[in-house]
């Protein structure tokens, strides 16, 4: 097995690379504190028939007092259970999240991707009051996309149209102070591929609240371009120039009165503004070094990695959803496509259920590395209902070095405890987790869970284990 926590490419992949295309779906929304709308299918794009592979949802001002914020720290908020409700059923798990008081970042991935996520890991940089309140700042999500280095980063910068400059300059202090633990990408910038999103707090400075208001309801949106201050600072700071960004085609995003359409009424009268954005960055090519040129035994110079393995990033769509009316922003939607070679074609390990499995007897796991990997005694493989929502949905697991029994160079097998698994059965998968890498590598097909015989025989029918529960949970109990 390997020492080192890196990713390396597939050896074994043939000689013809395997190209992917990869939907990705991505929202901001500054909720304002508010509680998850009954329906979010529009936001989520649920009835489109192009369903993604990823969703990556960033919310800024998630209500965090007090109470509340403890209970998150325990449970999921309310809007990470909403979320989850709704992709879980439809194999989506939740790979990866970050909280950092109300900036929330939640990353999803259909279930045949989650074996080519890997070496993920999230950190927040508070920005608020002198750096120590939470309040304004970014939180991140890291990872490998079939090889490439991706990273996310939701931030909510300084409000008010005369700290424009302050709003770069926390955006830079983010950037140069967040790190990772990854060789191959341990700050923001050196991603393959960056998403910097959230409220940025931009404003449309100069021009006067009736020009704007006119170009809005004329739909003339062009005409303010040149005045909103992300643009023009785009003309002078390096780093923003590095940046892209669609067109923005649609209405500014705040503020709005609140379970309304119209703007600010109120003695304020805020001017309107694209506050709530999404950029991204594809690191540039590696200038030419002044080393001499090594080569292979075949006499042929060795592709750079931008070369052999390149990723393309075309935005599909980039619009706000007008429908939402609980908070003073409109959410903001892009949708993106993300075309890229993969660097590997087989998870690090396969795994399968051997045998009938039921809770009347203990049940064998066989498993058997396809790669290598920086394995660990940390390691373990849970089972999962179908439809489970993250690493932490499992019903129960067993640690693979613990519980491993000798059975060849090749194959390996563990046993898992029939006191663990679901009398009911129903339809499971298996995933291997890997702690050094702290992604799942590996996911059984699957199969199913026989309802336990003995369990029938003493008349624990699943009716009756139904009826025992609830009566468990009632309040006269």
């Not at 992709?87 to 790979?95: Q, S």
């Not at 869970?449 to 008349?459: H, I, P, T």
Request: one cysteine or more; hydrophobic letters at 35%; aromatic letters at 12%.
């Amino acid at each position: 097995m390997m020492e080192e926590n890196e990713e390396q490419p597939d050896d074994h992949q043939s000689p013809e690379k395997d190209r992917g295309r990869f939907r990705l779906h991505m929202v901001t929304w500054n909720v304002a504190t508010a509680d998850p709308p009954e329906d979010v299918a529009s936001l989520l794009h649920l009835n489109s028939p192009k369903t993604p592979d990823l969703y990556v949802i960033g919310l800024q001002e998630v209500y965090s007092g007090p109470v509340r914020f403890v209970s998150d720290m325990i449970l999921d908020d309310p809007w990470s259970q909403l979320f989850i409700s709704i992709l879980a059923p439809r194999h989506y798990v939740k790979v990866s999240s970050m909280r950092m008081q109300g900036l929330l970042l939640l990353f999803f991935s259909k279930l045949e991707h989650v074996p080519f996520i890997r070496d993920i890991q999230a950190t927040y940089t508070r920005t608020g009051i002198f750096g120590y309140w939470g309040n304004k700042g970014g939180v991140s999500v890291r990872l490998s996309f079939y090889g490439h280095t991706l990273c996310f980063l939701n931030c909510h910068l300084a409000a008010h149209m005369k700290y424009a400059n302050e709003r770069v300059d926390e955006f830079e202090r983010i950037v140069d102070t967040q790190t990772f633990d990854c060789k191959k990408a341990p700050r923001i910038m050196d991603h393959r591929l960056v998403f910097w999103f959230g409220d940025l707090n931009f404003r449309i400075q100069d021009h006067g609240m009736h020009f704007v208001r006119s170009c809005i309801n004329n739909q003339t949106y062009n005409l303010l371009w040149s005045h909103d201050q992300l643009i023009m600072l785009k003309e002078k700071e390096q780093l923003l120039q590095e940046f892209e960004e669609g067109p923005l085609d649609f209405q500014p995003t705040y503020k709005f009165d609140l379970n309304s359409d119209t703007y600010d009424s109120s003695g304020k009268k805020r001017k309107p503004a694209w506050t709530d954005r999404i950029l991204w960055r594809v690191r540039p090519k590696s200038p030419p070094s002044d080393e001499p040129d090594l080569k292979d035994v075949k006499g042929r110079k060795p592709l750079k990695e931008e070369e052999e393995y390149p990723l393309k990033v075309r935005q599909e769509l980039y619009t706000s959803s007008m429908e939402y009316s609980i908070s003073d922003h409109k959410p903001v939607i892009g949708i993106f496509t993300l075309e890229l070679t993969k660097m590997y074609q087989t998870p690090l390990v396969s795994l399968h259920a051997e045998g009938d499995w039921s809770a009347d007897i203990d049940s064998m796991v066989l498993y058997r590395p396809l790669q290598p990997f920086p394995s660990s005694t940390w390691d373990w493989i849970g089972l999962y209902k179908v439809g489970f929502s993250s690493v932490s949905d499992y019903i129960t697991y067993t640690w693979v070095k613990d519980d491993e029994v000798a059975f060849n160079e090749e194959v390996m097998q563990v046993f898992m405890s029939k006191e663990e698994i679901p009398v009911r059965g129903g339809e499971c998968v298996l995933c291997y987790y890997s702690n050094s890498l702290r992604c799942i590598i590996g996911i059984s097909e699957p199969f199913k869970v026989q309802e336990s015989k003995v369990a029938v025989a003493e008349g624990l029918l699943p009716e009756r284990i139904n009826g025992l529960d609830k009566i468990a949970r009632s309040d006269d109990f």
